[in-house]
């Protein structure tokens, strides 16, 4: 059984493709950008470039492919990195008639190779979207808002052909695209001599996924050295695998951690990895509190790119350790947010690194915050009136949260002072202080 599945993006390309004459759409591989150029544009000619015959011919002779098609309104042309040659003729095409719009609508799958032809031919001409896997509450709205189980969800994760085909075996689709990733796309972006160290690098890589990156440990573990990680932890960026999340600076940037946290972008190829056999196996996991964070941060994203928000995700993460796990910038101001795998969210402690941190903000912070949990239904928390306890899995006003409520008990803000980091002036002077006793 199929089942058809109304992506939150559809209408967002309608809208750009009206005042851009180029539309790119990037992403990791099978999160549907091909379906979803289909469906907003049917009646449009197609052609993949997946095929060698066709990127062949699309780099040696892309005059004459788009000059075939010129007299239709829109041309899709799939996984475009494959003809770096056909990007001039669109150029040139684009030149010729700069009035018309959406004229060519594209994806691309290796944002290495896209975003260097982009920007040598295309600047000013075509608008990049990004299509990542399913949120929960679109399979929702395509399904009579009917959710399915969460840990499930989590597991199974977010592909669009694991819910368009609920019979499709989960495991083997992981490793069929595990292997098809590696064997296309890691050959073509880098010279791996052996693939084996590579994989077994990705699968180091998910234990990290919810903490900050650690590039000698993980070459450690790996076998190589910090260097190739680090080019290596860029590959798995640039063909959208994961997404590296930035602690915020700002005025606070001196005594912030400025090592960026490693996020996966799909929980479901985060289970495979992680060798988490099944929904129960995975809620009982020393990994489950990684594997929430990763999914609340997925859902936070995929809300941006359908709402348009100008929001920006960063998390909060001080030298003493005090830590928000994520912090929204909008409007000029910081909302935190914390992701906890608990049934209601109402337990004390989970203020404790909020308060600390709204301390330091000040008139900075929002006016609410949230807790990201598993409650069966959305409330004030009953220690703060500013904080809103969500389920994760329905929520959706991320960028517009309600106002505080009051007449609630609130506990009072921690305090929350950093400690000064000791000069090098200072540092001599206790050493010569403990050399003269």
């Known amino acids: 059984m199929n089942t058809h599945i109304n992506r939150y993006l559809a209408e967002r390309i309608r809208d750009v493709s009206r005042s851009f004459p180029v539309v790119l759409l990037t992403g990791a591989r099978q999160t549907g950008k091909t379906t979803l150029l289909k469906e ?7 052609f993949t470039l997946d095929l060698p015959s066709v990127a062949h011919e699309a780099e040696n002779n892309g005059a004459g492919l788009l000059d075939a098609v010129k007299d239709h309104p829109t041309i899709i042309l799939d996984e475009v990195q494959y003809a770096p040659g056909l990007f001039r003729h669109i150029k040139v095409a684009v030149d010729a008639d700069r009035h018309r719009m959406g004229r060519f609508v594209m994806t691309g799958s290796q944002k290495f190779a896209l975003m260097k032809n982009v920007s040598e031919s295309l600047a000013g ?12 509450t679109e399979y929702a709205d395509s399904n009579r808002f009917t959710f399915p189980p969460l840990a499930d969800f989590i597991w199974r994760g977010g592909y669009p052909e694991l819910w368009r085909m609920p019979e499709m075996p989960v495991r083997e689709f992981y490793a069929s695209y595990l292997a098809t990733y590696l064997e296309r796309d890691v050959r073509q972006l880098i010279n ?25 440990k993980l070459g450690g573990d790996v076998g190589v050295a910090a260097t190739t990680i680090k080019h290596w932890i860029s590959v798995l960026e640039a063909s959208n695998i994961i997404h590296l999340l930035p602690p915020f600076f700002n005025n606070y940037g001196k005594r912030l951690i400025r090592t960026p946290k ?36 997925g859902q936070m994203q995929r809300a941006i790119q359908a709402e348009r928000s100008p929001a920006e995700i960063y998390f909060w993460r001080d030298a003493q350790g005090v830590e928000v796990d994520f912090v929204l910038w909008l409007n000029g101001r910081l909302q935190l947010i914390e992701a906890k795998w608990s049934e209601n969210g109402d337990e004390t402690k989970h203020l404790t690194g909020m308060n600390a ?14 807790i990201v949990c598993r409650t069966p239904f959305n409330h004030w928390h009953s220690h703060d009136p500013a904080v809103r306890v969500v389920n994760g899995q329905t929520y959706r006003d991320w960028f517009h949260p309600a106002a505080p409520v009051a007449g609630v008990l609130r506990e009072d803000a921690a305090e929350y002072m ?17 050399s003269s006793v």
């Open 192 to 216: 791996v001599v052996n693939l084996r160290d590579f994989e077994r690098f990705i699968r180091f890589c998910a234990t990290y996924s919810g903490n900050l990156v650690n590039f000698a």
């Open 40 to 46: 907003v544009f049917p009646d449009a000619p197609f």
């Open 357 to 370: 941190v709204r301390s330091v903000l000040g008139q900075n912070a929002a006016e609410s915050h949230l």
């Open 418 to 434: 950093a400690k000064p980091r000791k000069t090098a002036r200072k540092r001599a002077a206790k050493r010569k202080t403990k």
């Open 125 to 136: 001409r075509c608008v990049i979207l990004e299509v990542d896997t399913l949120a929960s």
């Open 262 to 297: 490693m996020y996966f972008k799909d929980t479901g190829l985060l289970c495979f990895l992680l060798g988490i056999s099944s929904p129960e196996q995975m809620v009982t996991s020393p990994f489950i509190g990684g594997i929430w964070e990763t999914f609340v941060l």
